[in-house]
């Protein structure tokens, strides 16, 4: 389904937002679509242009769940021991001197448009509280917490959320997008650094919960009730109007005109076209569809190409779990390393995210769209007695590419058992003020709570080293 979280609206002079909604509101529309929002723009400061500032329109997060191993990925290590190694090896790329994973042979073609950081560190080994970290750019408090939740003090807003607080809402879609399933530990216990946090329920980014490879496919809440004709639509939304031009009359900058703001919104997801057809994956021919992997990850990348092709400018495609898989299909892989490697994580993330890249540079996308592989840490360089790894969050990598990136490079070095940083570590606030500064906003960016109160976008650094 589309969530939208709701936005507390307050109107003046006896009249509620209740008597709104009784009046002529959703309610009145016979509308499905759940709770609307919008964005406010914050005014940026640009004043110094250094490379990549601004070059991307937009940015897809691959989030990959549970932790993307270095060693089996970008960290390779063929020298170390076998309790280190593993049991792949490691293949050339196109780039010369950059080796990936053998089970790369995809994303191995494609590491001219990317730049690798292979020093990134949390110093955290819980996933709810590193994932918070990787979310927000701020860590938790404390570290390694695990099955933590939303509360204070840890209320950062994710980059999702921010995006959507930096950019107004588009053309009946919002500025940001989260799909196919939020993140969550076993259980259902939701991580933090998912929501807008101090910022305020009005600027969380919309949560798709779907599943684009299904053959009956369709997105909920974008279609109108069945009762309800065009004609019939049309003449509720004329009376809405109607009944809401004598409120803001009589009270101006009541609230009114904001609740209208939010109803256009809705109208233009249920009778707008550029909306819906963002979710029309159908109309994408099966051979490219294939390209990129009959599956729910796989089919949700290609969402979000077709998604940031209409203009959203933040689209994060989560990894999701697989119940007949070992370690319930993601990358949190303490038994059965290997072989959930070999037989199920990579092939997948390898074919979607190469297609991915592939896609946006045939339609001329790629120069203007931020890619970011990432997770919430790595895996611990010696193999457990399960053949497994475990949690690692000292040391582990990250790769972004398309707009504002260095092609073929490589930032930062680990040691020999890809354990700890050598040079060039990053932290996650790094990474942040990098995506944002690609996407046009400095790191200095004030952003206000809803008390009202400043703070800065991410007390991060630019890492210029990988910028173009």
């Known amino acids: 389904?589309?969530?939208?979280?709701?936005?507390?609206?307050?109107?003046?002079?006896?009249?509620?937002?209740?008597?709104?909604?009784?009046?002529?509101?959703?309610s009145a529309l016979g509308l499905s679509l759940p709770r609307i929002s919008a964005a406010q723009p914050s005014p940026v400061d640009a004043a110094e242009l250094a490379p990549g500032f601004g070059r991307a329109k937009s940015v897809i997060l691959?989030?990959?769940?549970?932790?993307?191993?270095?060693?089996?990925?970008?960290?390779?290590?063929?020298?170390?021991?076998a309790e280190i190694r593993g049991e792949f090896g490691s293949?050339?790329?196109?780039?010369?001197?950059?080796?990936?994973?053998?089970?790369?042979?995809?994303?191995?073609?494609?590491?001219?448009?990317?730049?690798?950081?292979?020093?990134?560190?949390?110093?955290?080994?819980?996933?709810?509280?590193?994932?918070?970290?990787?979310?927000?750019?701020?860590?938790?408090?404390?570290?390694?917490?695990?099955?933590?939740?939303?509360?204070?003090?840890?209320?950062?807003?994710?980059?999702?959320?921010?995006?959507?607080?930096?950019?107004?809402?588009?053309?009946?879609?919002?500025?940001?997008?989260?799909?196919?399933?939020?993140i969550a530990n076993d259980g259902e216990i939701l991580w933090p650094g998912q929501t807008a946090g101090v910022l305020g329920r009005q600027f969380d980014p919309w949560l798709l919960s779907c599943d684009p490879s299904k053959p009956d496919f369709q997105v909920p809440d974008l279609s109108l009730p069945a009762?309800?004709?065009?004609?019939?639509?049309?003449?509720?939304?004329?009376?809405?109007?109607?009944?809401?031009?004598?409120?803001?009359?009589?009270?101006?900058?009541?609230?009114?005109?904001?609740?209208?703001?939010?109803?256009?919104?809705?109208?233009d997801l249920l009778s707008?076209?550029?909306?819906?057809?963002?979710?029309?994956?159908?109309?994408?021919?099966?051979?490219v569809r294939q390209r990129y992997g009959m599956n729910r990850f796989g089919?949700?990348?290609?969402?979000?190409?077709?998604?940031?092709?209409?203009?959203?400018?933040?689209?994060?495609?989560?990894?999701?779990?697989?119940?007949?898989?070992?370690n319930n299909?993601?990358?949190?892989?303490?038994?059965?390393?290997?072989?959930?490697?070999?037989?199920?994580?990579?092939?997948r993330m390898d074919l979607a995210f190469s297609a991915l890249l592939d896609d946006l540079e045939q339609r001329q996308l790629l120069d203007e769209t931020l890619v970011v592989w990432l997770g919430e840490f790595g895996h611990t360089p010696k193999i457990n007695g399960n053949a497994g790894r475990d949690h690692w969050g000292n040391c582990f990598s990250v790769a972004l590419g398309g707009a504002g990136i260095r092609r073929g490079h490589v930032h930062g070095e680990s040691d020999k058992h890809a354990a700890f940083p050598v040079s060039g570590?990053?932290?996650p606030a790094d990474v942040t003020a990098t995506i944002f500064h690609c996407l046009g906003y400095h790191p200095e960016t004030l952003l206000h709570d809803q008390t009202g109160r400043p703070f800065p976008l991410t007390r991060g650094e630019v890492i210029s080293e990988i910028l173009a």
């Open 62 to 81: 691959v989030w990959l769940l549970g932790g993307p191993p270095q060693h089996e990925t970008w960290d390779t290590k063929p020298d170390a021991p």
């Open 1 to 26: 389904m589309l969530s939208i979280p709701d936005r507390p609206i307050r109107l003046c002079s006896g009249w509620t937002r209740r008597d709104a909604i009784q009046i002529g509101g959703l």
């Open 425 to 427: 570590a990053v932290s």
């Open 272 to 287: 707008g076209t550029a909306a819906r057809r963002a979710f029309e994956i159908s109309e994408e021919s099966p051979q």
């Open 91 to 182: 293949i050339n790329s196109v780039v010369p001197g950059i080796r990936v994973g053998e089970l790369m042979p995809r994303t191995a073609l494609h590491t001219d448009k990317l730049s690798v950081l292979r020093a990134v560190v949390t110093k955290d080994q819980a996933h709810s509280s590193s994932g918070y970290q990787m979310l927000t750019g701020v860590p938790h408090q404390p570290l390694s917490q695990e099955n933590v939740v939303s509360k204070a003090p840890n209320l950062s807003p994710s980059h999702a959320a921010i995006m959507r607080h930096l950019r107004a809402d588009h053309d009946g879609l919002p500025s940001s997008i989260v799909l196919p399933y939020h």
């Open 299 to 326: 089919q949700s990348m290609l969402m979000a190409r077709r998604l940031v092709e209409t203009g959203v400018s933040l689209v994060q495609v989560n990894w999701t779990r697989v119940e007949e898989v070992q």
């Open 329 to 347: 299909g993601s990358w949190d892989t303490h038994k059965n390393h290997f072989g959930d490697l070999r037989d199920h994580l990579m092939p």
């Open 227 to 267: 009762e309800i004709s065009t004609s019939r639509f049309q003449s509720r939304r004329r009376l809405l109007q109607s009944l809401e031009e004598p409120v803001a009359t009589v009270q101006p900058g009541s609230g009114t005109g904001q609740f209208g703001f939010h109803l256009q919104q809705a109208f």
